[in-house]
């Protein structure tokens, strides 16, 4: 679809275009990548801990759905999404898959990345792009900017936090 010169691809994950807004969060884990990894993939448990996506709810397996509740300007709304790329303990990525993929096309990823000391860096980069990312940048930017600080600092305090663990919690990717 080409829209005002702006491709609007319906594969990724992609880079950044003429068209794009680019949205950053990271931060330091003093954790393994494996238990950061057991966090983010434990979808049924961000209702527990996760301040921006407050459920979720599907597989972690690249072409399956998940479905989030997210803050977004102050109002939980649905979102659905498709997983792109599951590496695990090192990259996951979706893009979104609801009807406003139509006007604007979606994407996160996020990786873990060790570190020398045994910490891990935590990045996650929301893309938004074609030729409305600009107006969704507009309506959404900062409650974007801001669900993504929040989910960041609390995927920190999780995995640094002993008492996440539960009995029966799952990382595995199930396809």
């Given at each position: 679809?080409?829209?005002?010169?702006c491709t609007i691809p319906w594969h990724a994950p992609r880079g950044r275009t003429k068209c794009s807004e680019l949205f950053r969060a990271e931060t330091v884990i003093a954790a393994t990548?494996?238990?950061?990894?057991?966090?983010?993939?434990?979808?049924?448990?961000?209702?527990?801990?996760?301040?921006w996506l407050r459920s979720?709810?599907?597989?972690?397996?690249?072409?399956?759905?998940?479905?989030a509740r997210v803050l977004l300007n102050g109002e939980i709304r649905t979102a659905d999404h498709i997983v792109l790329v599951v590496e695990p303990g090192?990259?996951?990525?979706?893009?979104?898959?609801?009807?406003?993929a139509a006007f604007v096309y979606g994407q996160r990823c996020r990786w873990i990345?060790?570190?020398?000391d045994g910490r891990v860096r935590f990045v996650?980069?929301?893309?938004?792009?074609g030729a409305f990312a600009g107006m969704a940048d507009a309506m959404y930017g900062d409650s974007l900017v801001a669900?993504?600080?929040?989910?960041?600092?609390?995927?920190?305090?999780?995995a640094e936090s002993q008492a996440w663990a539960r009995p029966g919690a799952s990382a595995t990717i199930r396809r």
């Open positions: 679809m080409l829209a005002a010169g990548p494996a238990r950061v990894w057991s966090v983010l993939v434990d979808l049924p448990a961000y209702r527990d801990w996760n301040p979720a709810e599907g597989r972690v397996a690249p072409g399956a759905g998940v479905r090192r990259r996951l990525c979706w893009r979104d898959a609801g009807w406003t990345e060790p570190l020398p996650q980069e929301l893309l938004l792009d669900g993504m600080t929040a989910e960041t600092a609390a995927l920190r305090v999780r």
